[in-house]
């Protein structure tokens, strides 16, 4: 089965140094990556995603994504924090098995809390 | 703001009580899905609708249906809700049979009493 896991509940990063987000996944096929963010009380908003090509993929608000394949990983970064980078991430994967209950649905980790301190 | 609308933003039902949720999808996608997302969880996803017809489930019961319509609006009906219903339903429009990103509502919060 197809699952993504985020092994961190919360990271606490003071504002202006690195950030970094752990996802790691499992698929059988090439994955589909996603990274979403969800400010309080609001939807998921998308930051970036990895389809096939460059392992390093930009995207919204200065954030980056690097893919590795084998580690299985996808990690979201961030050169220097903001306090308004402070949410909750997730990380999804898109599961294209037709046979497994939704085609192209995406299969979400169970988010990580992004704490940014000034 | 993505441009996908969800109607009401907030709702509160009793258990045994029917609901329908409303979802505009951004103009050109013709492919909306829909979440649910529970307290301190990532969203699961419910099912998925590709011009008018219903293109993949996840694992929630029949009592959970939905309908798109030819502007490619949906609904989310849930029948006979339970308390373990309380969530957040989230929905996103995309195009082309939902290979495109995923494009999210800013939801709706439901209250089962």
């Known amino acids: 089965a197809q699952s993504v896991a985020q092994p961190e509940d919360q990271v606490n990063v003071a504002e202006g140094n690195p950030l970094t987000v752990k996802c790691t996944y499992s698929?059988?096929?090439?994955?589909?990556l996603f990274w979403y963010v969800q400010y309080p009380n609001r939807g998921l908003q998308f930051l970036l995603k990895y389809i096939t090509g460059d392992n390093l993929v930009k995207g919204s608000y200065g954030f980056e994504a690097e893919f590795n394949k084998s580690q299985t990983s996808f990690h979201l970064k961030k050169p220097s924090a903001l306090v308004s980078d402070s949410a909750l991430y997730f990380c999804?994967?898109?599961?294209?098995?037709?046979?497994?209950?939704?085609?192209?649905?995406?299969?979400f980790g169970a988010g990580t809390r992004l704490a940014v301190h000034p | 703001e993505t441009g996908v609308t969800q109607s009401p933003t907030h709702l509160i039902k009793t258990r045994g009580q029917q609901v329908t949720l409303r979802c505009s999808s951004q103009?050109?996608?013709?492919?909306v899905s829909w979440y649910q997302q529970a307290l301190g969880q990532g969203p699961q996803f419910i099912f998925q609708y590709y011009r008018e017809e219903e293109n993949g489930r996840g694992n929630f019961p029949p009592r959970f249906s939905g309908l798109q319509f030819p502007n490619y609006s949906s609904e989310l009906n849930v029948n006979a809700l339970e308390l373990d219903d309380s969530a957040l339903y989230l929905c996103?429009?995309?195009?082309?049979?939902?290979?495109?990103?995923?494009?999210f509502g800013p939801g709706t919060r439901l209250l089962v009493l």
């Open positions: 999804a994967v898109r599961d294209s098995n037709m046979f497994s209950g939704g085609y192209n649905k995406l299969i």
């Open positions: 103009s050109g996608h013709n492919t």
């Open positions: 698929v059988s096929g090439n994955p589909y």
């Open positions: 996103a429009s995309s195009s082309g049979q939902g290979t495109g990103t995923q494009y």
